[in-house]
């Protein structure tokens, strides 16, 4: 049974820093991805990684500010956020793709994680 559990959202000041996580089980993947829900918006892409190869892509608006990586030990993806602005308010969802891909996002995604709040304030 295939399991991805994210942890380390939270409330931060603007321009704070926050690192989430998210542990991967169940069978191996291709590649991680992290995407983002506010109120109101549908849910866009942040981040993704390649388990293997460890390329990583991110959206315009974060990068510079956001790094993904991975631990193969741990099975574990990380979204290091840094410069946090209050547009950055959003769930958080982890998501991992089986096949390989050459688009852009490394989509589509088959399995998807809970959600993890994180909250910038002003």
């Known amino acids: 049974q295939v399991q991805l559990v994210e942890s380390g959202g939270g409330l931060v000041q603007a321009g704070g820093s926050l690192r989430l996580s998210c542990v991967a089980s169940?069978?191996?993947?291709?590649?991680m991805g992290w995407f983002r829900q506010a109120p109101g918006k549908e849910r866009e892409f942040v981040a993704a990684?390649?388990?293997?190869?460890?390329?990583?892509y991110y959206a315009n608006s974060v990068k510079g500010r956001f790094t993904i990586s991975r631990d193969n030990a741990k099975n574990t993806v990380y979204l290091q956020m840094s410069s946090l602005k209050p547009e950055d308010t959003a769930v958080y969802y982890c998501?991992?793709?089986?096949?390989?891909?050459?688009?852009?996002?490394?989509?589509?995604?088959?399995?998807w994680g809970q959600g993890t709040q994180v909250t910038v304030s002003s």
């Open positions: 998501a991992a793709n089986v096949y390989y891909t050459s688009s852009y996002h490394l989509g589509p995604y088959d399995y």
């Open positions: 990684i390649t388990w293997s190869e460890g390329s990583t």
């Open positions: 169940g069978r191996t993947f291709y590649a």
